[in-house]
């Protein structure tokens, strides 16, 4: 009876500069929460990472911290009107709450030159779907996703 060798998918790529998704898309800490769903929701993303004003990553904002704070804050629950406000005009409640204030703090990243399998490998251990990567000063230069690694096995 003959005897088969089973091989498993191979992994196109060598570090982590080949697994990374093409272009980087984050948020400033300072941008607000509404300017968090309109990047996410218009670009189909579930999350993204938050950077500091020297490009560092400090986070990542989830839809999950967005829905937590939208319950937290009742921000959906209809509201009466002022009587003060004259016909023909609306209010709207605008939510000024920050990025940085809701966020993950949780930041894990790789450099460019990190071979592709320790990548693959952080983030079974980590139990994330993404890791960020940065250059020598901790500046952020690309993001892989799970899909990202997905695209690139043969």
């Known amino acids: 009876m003959p005897t088969f060798t ?26 607000t929460v509404a300017e968090a769903v309109v990047l996410l929701t218009d670009n189909g993303f579930h999350s993204a990472p938050v950077i500091n004003d020297a490009g560092r990553p400090i986070g990542v904002i989830t839809q999950g911290d967005i829905l937590l704070h939208d319950r937290e804050h009742g921000t959906h629950l209809a509201h ?11 209010e709207e409640v605008a939510d000024l709450t920050l990025v940085e204030d809701i966020m993950t703090p949780a930041v894990f990243c790789v450099q460019p030159d990190t071979p592709a399998l320790e990548v693959v490998r952080e983030l079974q251990k980590l139990h994330v779907h993404q890791i960020f990567v940065v250059d020598k000063t901790g500046v952020l230069v690309g993001v892989i996703a799970a899909i990202d690694i997905i695209r690139k096995l043969a």
């Open 6 to 31: 089973l091989m498993g998918p191979s992994l196109k790529a060598q570090t982590a500069k080949d697994l990374m998704g093409p272009g980087i898309v984050s948020l400033r800490a300072v941008a």
């Open 80 to 90: 009466t009107p002022s009587p003060e406000v004259p016909d023909g005009f609306t």
